[in-house]
């Protein structure tokens, strides 16, 4: 089940059980309770659908490209900013984990035979 559906299975008038015990029962945190969550504002939703065009017709852009990008464009972002709404939408670059296996590769040790 998931955080938002347990955070509305709280019941805040239940004299049983208090807010602290059903938050340990549901498995989530008070913070999340008692704080409303902020809503999004329009510059966010459509920087959002910017980064997802640039992502869509790019793929292989990470965060700092694409910040480039949209700083060409004349949009005031911070890479941070970029990450959080990548990480956000799950844009993840198509060939991220490809450079990894390479340097492992390259860094396996060769047996060396001993002659005698």
């Given amino acids: ?12 008038d ?9 938050c340990m029962l549901l498995g989530i945190a008070r913070s999340g309770v008692y704080r409303p969550p902020r809503p999004a504002n329009d510059n ?16 292989f852009l990470g965060s700092r490209r694409m910040t480039a990008m949209l700083k060409a ?6 890479r941070k900013r970029v990450q959080r709404f990548m990480r956000k939408m799950a844009s993840r670059r198509w060939d ?3 450079t990894r296996r390479g340097r492992r590769r390259a860094t396996r040790s060769i047996p060396i035979c001993c002659a005698t």
């Fill in 44 to 59: 966010d939703l459509a920087l959002m659908r910017r980064i997802d065009e640039l992502f869509t017709a790019w793929p």
């Fill in 1 to 12: 089940m998931s955080t938002p559906d347990r955070r509305g299975m709280l019941d805040r």
């Fill in 73 to 78: 464009e004349g949009l005031q972002v911070n």
């Fill in 96 to 98: 991220q984990g490809r």
């Fill in 14 to 22: 239940d004299m049983a059980l208090s807010i602290r015990r059903q």
